[in-house]
């Protein structure tokens, strides 16, 4: 069965009200290649998009002739059948102007140039980091140029490139957003990397449960039901934290509970910032 046949049951269609909370936008994310558009959609989903996936640009284009619709569509270049390009002219010749941008592993300029002109909005290259692409959907989907605060985070994000985090056995490369446990990769999803990297580099101090929930939806977002129907957000994300640890080191206890209000990362070990991160798979 084909990802777009699927839709209806993972989805809810456009135009349907959906009983969750709503999401920051709707992404369609058409990749061929299933363990990428997999491990990218819930990377996205965990940033609080609503991610409709396709595994080929035929099917996506079936999909929003039909009325489907998105705020941003997300799209490989290589796939079979039809490639993202001829998907893109497709979809401009039907009149469908949802913004494109292309992931893609060519990064000869022709390529690029070939995209920008086809009527894409954006190139950005498989190999950079979720950072940067999830700055670029902002911009996207906001529909405006960078701001002050935009240049002050993208300054903060180059004075970050190439350094290290490191807490005892803990060791987190800041600007591909890594994290390792006695040299041992941890599969961490961005939300959770943050996560991890607020309570380790303020170690010993208490954090709270909306705290963390801000970290993860955004300040003030609000969540379940009753004044603290958040914290069964944060319980899980520090469940799945703590389990993903366990995996390579069963005796890992960094995070400790502070009952009704919160976590902390233990401080037994002393914290520095380096400068240059090594290179690692």
Same mark, same amino acid.
Do not use: C
């Given at each position: 069965? &084909?990802?777009?046949?699927?839709? @209806?049951? &993972?989805?809810?269609?456009?135009?349907?009200?959906?009983?969750?909370?709503?999401?920051?936008?709707?992404?369609?994310?058409?990749?061929?290649?299933?363990?990428?558009?997999?491990?990218?959609?819930?990377?996205?989903?965990?940033?609080?998009? *609503?991610?409709?996936?396709?595994?080929?640009?035929?099917?996506?284009?079936?999909?929003?002739?039909?009325?489907?619709?998105?705020?941003?569509? #997300?799209?490989?270049?290589?796939?079979?059948?039809?490639?993202?390009?001829?998907?893109?002219?497709?979809?401009? !010749?039907?009149?469908?102007?949802?913004?494109?941008?292309?992931?893609?592993?060519?990064? *000869?300029?022709?390529?690029?140039? +070939? !995209?920008? +002109?086809?009527?894409?909005?954006?190139?950005?290259?498989? &190999?950079?980091?979720?950072?940067?692409?999830?700055?670029?959907? /902002? #911009?996207?989907?906001?529909?405006?140029? @960078?701001?002050?605060?935009?240049?002050?985070?993208? =300054?903060? *994000?180059? &004075?970050?490139?190439? /350094?290290?985090?490191?807490?005892?056995?803990?060791?987190?490369? #800041?600007?591909?957003?890594?994290?390792?446990?006695?040299? /041992?990769?941890?599969?961490?999803?961005?939300?959770?990397?943050?996560?991890?990297?607020?309570?380790?580099?303020?170690a010993g101090e208490d954090v709270s449960y909306r705290d963390l929930y801000d970290l993860v939806h955004g300040k003030d977002f609000v969540a379940g039901y009753g004044p603290a129907g958040y914290r069964a957000n944060v319980r899980a994300f520090i469940k799945r934290i703590r389990h993903k640890f366990r995996s390579v080191d069963?005796?890992?206890?960094?995070?400790?509970?502070?009952?009704?209000?919160?976590?902390?990362?233990?401080?037994?070990? @002393?914290?520095?910032?380096?400068?240059? =991160?090594?290179?690692?798979?």
């Amino acid at each position: 069965m &084909s990802l777009s046949n699927a839709l @209806p049951n &993972s989805s809810p269609r456009p135009g349907t009200p959906d009983a969750r909370a709503p999401a920051l936008a709707r992404i369609a994310l058409v990749d061929d290649d299933d363990l990428f558009r997999e491990s990218l959609g819930m990377n996205l989903t965990d940033e609080g998009f *609503d991610v409709v996936p396709f595994d080929r640009g035929h099917t996506a284009l079936d999909y929003f002739a039909t009325g489907g619709d998105a705020d941003l569509i #997300l799209m490989d270049w290589r796939m079979p059948r039809m490639d993202g390009i001829e998907t893109l002219r497709q979809l401009r !010749a039907r009149n469908i102007d949802i913004p494109v941008i292309f992931l893609t592993v060519l990064s *000869d300029q022709i390529y690029e140039e +070939t !995209a920008l +002109t086809g009527g894409a909005v954006d190139f950005v290259e498989k &190999s950079r980091s979720l950072p940067i692409l999830l700055k670029r959907m /902002q #911009l996207i989907i906001q529909g405006r140029k @960078p701001s002050a605060e935009d240049a002050a985070g993208a =300054a903060q *994000d180059k &004075s970050a490139a190439g /350094q290290l985090y490191r807490r005892g056995p803990l060791e987190l490369r #800041l600007e591909v957003a890594r994290a390792f446990w006695n040299g /041992q990769r941890i599969d961490l999803t961005l939300t959770e990397f943050n996560i991890v990297r607020m309570m380790a580099t303020k170690a010993g101090e208490d954090v709270s449960y909306r705290d963390l929930y801000d970290l993860v939806h955004g300040k003030d977002f609000v969540a379940g039901y009753g004044p603290a129907g958040y914290r069964a957000n944060v319980r899980a994300f520090i469940k799945r934290i703590r389990h993903k640890f366990r995996s390579v080191d069963g005796q890992f206890d960094e995070i400790e509970n502070y009952p009704g209000f919160g976590y902390r990362w233990s401080d037994q070990h @002393p914290g520095e910032l380096v400068g240059a =991160a090594r290179d690692r798979a």
